[in-house]
C-alpha cells in the first residue's frame, strides 16, 4: 500500500509561479492589493498542483478565519425573515465571506450553537429573532466574538451591537392612525414573551391609548405564527364585547386576522374592523390584504447589520442602532 502524500503548500506554489509566500496568500484573500498578472500566475500554479488553501490554517495566521456566523430563530414562513436572511446572505458573500447558518427551533436559546460555531472560529455572531444566555454573551465576549442581534435587544445593552426597528415610535403611529380614523375598542395580538421587539411594540401601542384616556387593549398571544394569530383572533372577535380594531405586532399575524375577520366573521375590512400590522412585508400591500402598517427599509436594517459583522471586530464600542420608518395608511384600516 502505497504512502498518502501531503497536499501541496503555498510554498509549493509559490516556489512554480515564481513568487514570494506572501503574494500566494493575497492571491486567495478576497480584496488583497495583488497585480492581476501576478495573481493569475499564482492561481495556474495552485491549479496545476491541485492546492487549495487552508483556511482554518490561516485563521491561525491572521487571527481571523472569514466565516459569520448567523443563528435564525425566526419563522422560516415569514416573509420578512426570509427576505432579511437571502438579504444578508448575498451582502456578505460579495464580502467574500463563508458563512454558517444555524437554526433554533421554537423559542429556544440559542446557546447549544453558539457554542457549536464558536468552535468555528467564527469571526462574528448574528442572531435574528432569537436570543443568548448571559453565560454565553460574557464567553463571547471574553473570547472577542461580537454578536450582533437583528431587531432583537441583547441583555447587557453595552456589551453588543444591535440594529432594531423602532418600535415604539412606530406602535405609536399606529396607534394614533386608529384613533384618528374613529376606532375605539381596540384590541392587540402579541408576539412572544420572550420577544423584546413584541414587548416594546405591545408598551408603546398600550401607553399611547391609556394617555388619551381609553382603556388598554385587550390582548391575545398569537406566538408570531399563522395558527396562533388566527386562533387570537377567532378568540378576540368571539367576545360579547368585539373590537373594532386590532393591532397585530408584525404582519404576518395581522394578515391571518384579516382572513379570519374576513372568511369567517364576514365582518367588511377597514369599515366594520380595522386591522394594523408592522414591518411592511410584501404581502400587505397586495390588494387582497392592503394592510395598513409601518414600514422600514429592510434594507437599511440589512446595510447597517452587515456593517456591524464585518468592522465591529475591529471597533472598541458597540453601537445600539434604531432604524426610523413611516406609517404606510392602507384601505385595511380605512372606515369610508
Not at 420578512?80 to 437554526?103: C, D, E, M, N, P
Not at 382603556?215 to 373594532?244: T, V
Not at 402598517?293 to 471597533?315: G, K, W
Request: aromatic letters at 6%.
Amino acid at each position: 500500500m502505497s504512502k498518502r502524500t501531503s497536499p501541496p503548500s503555498a510554498h509549493d506554489v509559490a516556489r512554480v509561479a515564481g513568487v514570494s509566500q506572501a503574494a500566494v496568500s493575497r492571491a486567495f484573500t478576497p480584496g488583497a492589493s495583488i497585480a492581476k498578472d501576478t495573481q493569475d500566475k499564482v492561481l495556474r500554479a495552485a491549479k496545476s498542483l491541485g492546492y487549495r488553501p487552508n483556511l482554518l490554517a490561516r485563521s491561525l495566521i491572521t487571527g481571523e478565519s472569514g466565516i459569520i456566523g448567523i443563528i435564525f430563530g425566526g419563522n422560516p414562513r415569514n416573509p420578512y425573515f426570509l427576505s432579511a436572511l437571502y438579504s444578508l446572505l448575498a451582502r456578505l458573500s460579495r464580502a467574500g465571506k463563508h458563512i454558517l447558518v444555524f437554526t433554533v427551533e421554537g423559542h429556544a436559546s440559542a446557546d447549544v450553537h453558539v457554542e457549536s460555531l464558536l468552535k468555528y472560529r467564527v469571526d462574528a455572531l448574528l442572531l435574528m429573532a432569537t436570543s443568548v444566555s448571559s453565560k454565553f454573551e460574557e464567553r463571547c465576549h471574553d473570547e472577542g466574538v461580537p454578536i450582533i442581534f437583528f431587531n432583537r435587544r441583547p441583555r447587557k445593552i453595552k456589551a453588543f451591537a444591535s440594529v432594531i426597528e423602532n418600535n415604539r415610535e412606530g406602535a405609536r403611529q399606529v396607534a394614533e392612525h386608529l384613533l384618528l380614523q374613529g376606532y375605539k375598542r381596540l384590541a392587540l395580538i402579541a408576539g412572544a414573551a420572550e420577544s423584546s421587539t413584541s414587548r416594546e411594540r405591545e408598551s408603546a401601542f398600550t401607553d399611547y391609548l391609556t394617555s388619551h384616556g381609553l382603556p388598554a387593549p385587550e390582548r391575545e398571544i398569537g406566538h408570531f405564527q399563522r395558527e396562533g394569530a388566527q386562533q387570537a383572533a377567532r378568540s378576540l372577535l368571539s367576545r360579547k364585547r368585539k373590537p373594532d380594531a386590532i393591532f397585530c405586532v408584525n404582519d404576518y399575524m395581522a394578515l391571518a386576522a384579516i382572513d379570519v375577520a374576513r372568511y369567517e366573521s364576514g365582518l367588511q375590512i377597514g369599515r366594520e374592523i380595522g386591522i394594523a400590522g408592522m414591518d411592511d412585508i410584501d404581502e400587505a400591500s397586495w390588494p387582497a390584504f392592503d394592510l395598513t402598517t409601518y414600514s422600514v427599509s429592510i434594507e437599511s436594517i440589512i446595510e447597517q447589520a452587515v456593517t456591524f459583522l464585518l468592522d465591529t471586530p475591529r471597533q472598541k464600542t458597540p453601537l445600539q442602532t434604531v432604524i426610523d420608518g413611516a406609517l404606510k395608511p392602507r384601505r385595511s384600516t380605512q372606515r369610508t
